[in-house]
């Protein structure tokens, strides 16, 4: 039986060659790209969650869209938008933050996908503001739960199905601040250099499963993550002391009162992006995506990172892994 890694490189030199129509499991032309397969998201109330959910389903997917908190005026909008479109998309409460919701959630987007999830989207996600030494540790705790912690409750709740699948695809949403660092993000850089450095570590280990990792690495983007972003570090500058104040007066003062909004790329540029990746064949699909229609310095080091990676790993025990992720 031909192995996962073997797979990869025949799908590859296919790709290489031209010869996508001829590969199995390409999607046909006339077909919608996503049909047939199940796609579970999170973090659906705003932003790249509730655009995703609306775009993979019009692509084909049943989706399963979650949040916290339902219900919500979110959750009926965001079902009022799918049902005027007939689109196959279903609403399900999960906070990323809870043992209890993400193991429930899992079980009932399994049953409403009928078997193992297809796609999994890790996009729920909280930023805050100001130096690393004013993030006191509720901060701390929220923000690690939430963008480090959330993905992995999410990808250990769905691999043993795709496991037992022998396929599947699991989407972690990063930032460039996943490779780059601006001083006053508070843990916002620590988080997603963690998610970056899971990611790959999954997407090496996951290789004889054939199951695959994309980070997915957005720039600035007019989101509502600059709303919460902004009332999270209000909340945070006024737990501060005024001594803690006092020794960043300036970074201080801009806590709770960034503006996103005046930022133009169209967020949709995300949800194309994981349509695009999610509809390649199996074995082809990188292990990350820059998406920005702007400067994307992040692209510098990521080409290094893999140059470095390949270096070290390329001829050890897990180089055939290493290589059908990197290669």
């Not at 965001?78 to 043992?99: F, N, Q, R, W």
């Not at 989207?121 to 959330?150: R, S």
């Not at 998610?195 to 090496?204: G, N």
Request: glycine content about 8%; hydrophobic content about 45%; proline content about 7%.
């Amino acid at each position: 039986m031909m192995s996962a890694i073997e797979r990869r490189t025949i799908l590859k030199t296919a790709i290489a060659a031209g010869a996508v129509a001829a590969v199995p499991g390409a999607a046909s032309a006339n077909a919608k790209p996503l049909a047939g397969k199940s796609a579970l998201i999170t973090g659906c109330s705003s932003g790249f969650g509730y655009l995703a959910a609306l775009h993979l389903a019009r692509e084909g997917a049943k989706v399963i869209a979650t949040m916290r908190g339902l219900p919500r005026k979110e959750a009926d909008a965001l079902k009022a938008e799918a049902a005027k479109e007939k689109l196959d998309l279903h609403i399900v409460e999960i906070d990323v933050t809870s043992d209890d919701q993400v193991a429930k959630g899992v079980t009932e987007a399994e049953r409403i996908a009928g078997g193992p999830i297809d796609i999994l989207i890790n996009n729920a996600g909280v930023g805050y503001a100001g130096p690393i030494e004013l993030q006191d540790m509720a901060a701390t705790k929220l923000i690690f739960d939430t963008n480090v912690y959330g993905p992995h409750r999410m990808a250990r709740a769905v691999l043993p199905g795709m496991r037992k699948a022998k396929r599947g695809l699991i989407f972690n949403i990063s930032s460039q601040l996943g490779r780059v660092i601006t001083p006053s993000s508070g843990h916002y850089s620590p988080t997603k250099f963690a998610l970056e450095a899971m990611s790959e570590a999954m997407a090496y280990e996951l290789v004889p499963h054939n199951i695959e990792v994309c980070v997915i690495q957005p720039g600035g983007y007019p989101t509502k993550v600059w709303v919460n972003r902004n009332e999270l570090a209000s909340e945070l500058k006024a737990r501060l002391t005024a001594d803690e104040a006092a020794a960043y007066p300036a970074l201080v003062d801009r806590m709770g009162k960034e503006d996103g909004t005046r930022r133009t790329a169209d967020p949709m540029d995300i949800p194309r992006a994981i349509a695009e990746i999610a509809a390649m064949p199996a074995g082809t699909r990188p292990l990350r995506r820059a998406v920005h229609p702007g400067p994307k310095p992040q692209e510098a080091i990521n080409r290094v990172s893999a140059e470095t990676q390949m270096a070290m790993l390329g001829n050890s025990p897990v180089g055939p892994w290493v290589k059908a992720v990197l290669d």
